[in-house]
Nanobody, 119 residues
Framework: VHLVESGGGLVQPGGSLRLSCAAS????????MNWHRQAPGKERELVAA????????NYADSVKGRFTISRDNANNALYLQMNNLKPEDTAVYYC?????????????WGQGTQVTVSS
């Protein structure tokens, strides 16, 4: 399993960014996917989740109405559209999936992409 995030950067409050996660090494369309983030000095938190078909999504309360998770199973890609960004959205963003092997849950993470919201 290989996950590579991209699209982070520096943006002013109120701005937008679109994060991408390129997936390889597994049958992407069969796996639910998540976006997490981790701000300095804070624990990693779940931001958004999407089912393997893309038919079901969930969001943290802090990003509802501003962020949209989506996926392109034909191209093994996961996205996070972030609008109306706030300074508190500053964090490293990670895409994530998991599998079960012999009753053990295995987590897979990308290297992360930095998002900084600042004027």
């Amino acid at each position: 399993v290989h996950l590579v995030e991209s699209g982070g950067g520096l943006v002013q409050p109120g701005g937008s960014l679109r994060l991408s996660c390129a997936a390889s090494g597994f049958t992407f369309g069969s796996y639910n996917m998540n976006w997490h983030r981790q701000a300095p000095g804070k624990e990693r938190e779940l931001v958004a989740a999407i089912s393997h078909t893309g038919g079901s999504t969930n969001y943290a309360d802090s990003v509802k109405g501003r962020f949209t998770i989506s996926r392109d199973n034909a191209n093994n890609a996961l996205y996070l559209q972030m609008n109306n960004l706030k300074p508190e959205d500053t964090a490293v963003y990670y895409c994530n999936t998991w599998s079960w092997t012999r009753g053990v849950r295995l987590e897979y993470w990308g290297q992360g992409t930095q998002v900084t919201v600042s004027s």
